[in-house]
């Protein structure tokens, strides 16, 4: 699991597949492990080096538990079709995590399905490393 | 780093004397430093424009060379090696990670791309990544005698048609030669950069890292960078919002505020 460690330098030397570490250890997130959970933004923090932002999960009890998702850079993000706008408090979603491994409700951003039924990736860099042959399409 | 000095020392020389003050000794700079005009010069250079980003090499490609650490240094490399191991990949890490890689780190970084910059006597590369920059003065200066160390070191260069080749010393102690691998103050690195055969689209940059102290050979590896003419640079400033805070023992946090 040496794809977890750190740096984008150890990325390039080992030509690793997990580029997201750009800037800090991956090892708080089980890279193992995927789940998806539904619901409801209430905050997007769009900053570097990683944005971020939080949906409240109804549980079986009825009531809502945070979860706080960590992503990639805006950056990255806006070359992979994310906007400041993609996302904003109230919107329902559907995201694909890999999960703290402490616990906490929270992990890594890996896909998200918006309210409309589209799509957004972003979660490393896009075409493997390649720019696109033009920006990436704006997806409304 | 002298060029500052240099300026202030100019403005002293009007306002300091008129004070009545002993004139400041003038600090000695190349004769050819920052030549007015020689732009028209610049189009017989190779069409470098637009951002590059770094390409991975393609999958069941041989792994890159790494580098042969010798001594000591190998010692400490396979210490650290056996912390990062012990600590289930979490290991102490100077600073914040909002600290820049440096040299010869900032050249391999993927996701972000960088620019090349051509004005007389001087191509400036810009790396978005943590919103660093390299000065690689063409002008025909040698390395300063009384070398200030840095993160990106000091670098001359020269053109052999269309292959730039820089050359690199004054790399700071604390900058890792990789992760985890330290050098000493005899590092110097040669670059050889030009558009790829065949691929005008594609930019290689042949490293050689040399450190008869900490290495056992020279350390040769090629970098390759995609370009995109459709890209630019877009800000990066890592201190806006740092939510994995590193604690003493090296181990990485997670806010989730």
Known sequence: ?140 | MTKPVVLLAAACVSLCLEAGAAAPVPVPVPVTAHPKGHFAALDALPDWGGVWVLTRPPAGAPPPEKPALKGQYLQEYQAWQHEVESKGGEVAHEGSYCTPPGMPGIMGIGQYPMEFLFTPGRVTTHHEAWMQWRNIYTDGRKHPDDLEASFEGDSIGHWEGGTLVVDTVGIKDSVALAMGMKHSDKLRITERIHLAKGDPDSLVDEMTVEDPVALAKPWVHTLTFKRSREWQLLEFECAENDRNPVDANGKTGFKRE
């Open chain 1, 1 to 140: 699991m040496k794809s977890l460690y750190l740096s984008a330098l150890a990325l390039v030397l080992a030509a690793l597949s997990a580029p997201a570490w750009v800037h800090h250890s991956g090892a708080m997130f089980d890279r193992s492990k995927e789940m998806k959970i539904t619901g409801t933004v209430t905050e997007f923090q769009w900053t570097n080096p990683h944005a971020s932002f939080k949906v409240d999960v109804l549980g079986a009890d009825g009531k809502a538990q945070t979860w706080s998702i960590e992503m990639n850079g805006p950056n990255n993000l806006i070359r992979a079709g994310w906007k400041r706008t993609s996302i904003k408090p109230g919107d329902k979603v559907t995201v694909t995590i890999n999960p703290l491994r402490d616990g906490r409700p929270g992990g890594w951003y890996l896909g998200i399905t918006l309210a409309d039924g589209k799509t957004l990736g972003g979660a490393g860099e896009p075409s493997g490393g390649e720019p696109p042959a033009a920006p990436a399409p704006d997806h409304g």
